[in-house]
C-alpha cells in the first residue's frame, strides 16, 4: 500500500512535456529536450504581459483601409518617392536618418529608412576602398613612368 502511495507521490512530482511528451522535473522552467515552457498558466508567478494583439474585428477592417498610421503600408511609387528623396545629397541623408531613428510613427518607413542607412554604409565602404586601391594603383601608376 504505502509503495503504491509512494509512487503516487513519485508521480505528482514528475511531469511530462506537452511539447514533446519526455518527462521533466517539476520545478524546471523549459523543456530539457525541446525547450518548450513547463510551467502550466495557474502554477506561473510572474506573468508576463500578454502582447499587444489586434482584435479579429480590428484585423478585417484593416483590409478596408482603416490601418492604424504606424503600420500604413507603403505603396511602391511611394517607396520609389522615398527612394528619389534619401538620393537628394545632403537633405537626403538627413532625412534618411530622421526617419531611421524615429522620425516617423510608421513602421514600414522606418525599417525601410534603416535598410537603405545599411545599404549606404555599405556602399561608402566600397567606394572607399575602390577609392583607396584606385589611389594606390594611379600613384604606383604614376611612380612607374615619371
Ligand atoms: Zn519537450
Not at 529536450?33 to 494583439?53: H, I, M
Not at 489586434?54 to 511602391?76: C, D, F, H, L
Request: proline residues 5%; charged residues 15%.
Amino acid at each position: 500500500m504505502s509503495d503504491v502511495s509512494q509512487k503516487g507521490n513519485e508521480k505528482g512530482k514528475m511531469r511530462f512535456c506537452a511539447s514533446c511528451g519526455k518527462q521533466i522535473e517539476e520545478d524546471s522552467m523549459f523543456c530539457n529536450y525541446c525547450g518548450a515552457p513547463t510551467r502550466p498558466q495557474a502554477n506561473r508567478k510572474e506573468q508576463v504581459a500578454p502582447a499587444p494583439q489586434y482584435k479579429a474585428n480590428e484585423r478585417t477592417s484593416w483590409s478596408q483601409g482603416n490601418v492604424p498610421a504606424e503600420y500604413k503600408p507603403i505603396s511602391m511609387w511611394g517607396y520609389f518617392g522615398y527612394e528619389l528623396l534619401f538620393m537628394i545629397p545632403c537633405v537626403g541623408i538627413i532625412l534618411l536618418l530622421v526617419f531611421a531613428f524615429g522620425g516617423t510613427q510608421n513602421v514600414n518607413l522606418k525599417n525601410f529608412a534603416r535598410s537603405y542607412f545599411c545599404m549606404f554604409i555599405v556602399v561608402a565602404i566600397l567606394v572607399l576602398i575602390f577609392m583607396l586601391w584606385f589611389g594606390a594603383y594611379a600613384s604606383s601608376f604614376y611612380n612607374y613612368y615619371y
